[in-house]
């Protein structure tokens, strides 16, 4: 088992910038990619960003290209999304997960074993 754990959520105004931060614990060598989803009221859970564990190769969907930049400590077995150039549609509860290598070797992974309890980020305009 995998537990994550994220912080850094918060309110900034338009413009600002947060960096969210997930802390895994458990079995975490076992974790093959990592990403970070979010949920806005009344919408549907969306892809923001994912990164490999081992290699740090990354992928981005639209909303978050230029503007959020995912990165990894493997040694802290810690993943975090920088994002700047916040906007009020940004506002959302920002989940953390993980996928293990044992589930899937393709990227981005199409499913992820393990979820974090999320983050609240308000942006305000």
């Known amino acids: 088992q995998v537990q994550l754990v994220e912080s850094g959520g918060g309110l900034v105004q338009a413009g600002g910038s947060l960096r969210l931060s997930c802390a895994a614990s458990g079995r975490s060598f076992s974790i093959y990619a990592m990403g970070w989803f979010r949920q806005a009221p009344g919408k549907e859970r969306e892809s923001v960003a994912a990164?490999?564990?081992?290699?740090?190769?990354?992928y981005y969907t639209g909303s978050a290209k230029g503007r959020f930049t995912i990165s990894r400590d493997n040694a802290k077995n810690a993943v975090y999304l920088q994002m700047n150039s916040l906007k009020p549609e940004d506002t959302a509860v920002y989940y953390c997960a993980a996928v293990s290598v044992s589930r899937t070797t393709s990227f981005p992974p199409v499913a992820y074993d393990y979820w974090g309890q999320g983050t609240q980020v308000t942006v305000s305009s």
């Open positions: 990164i490999t564990r081992n290699v740090g190769s990354t």
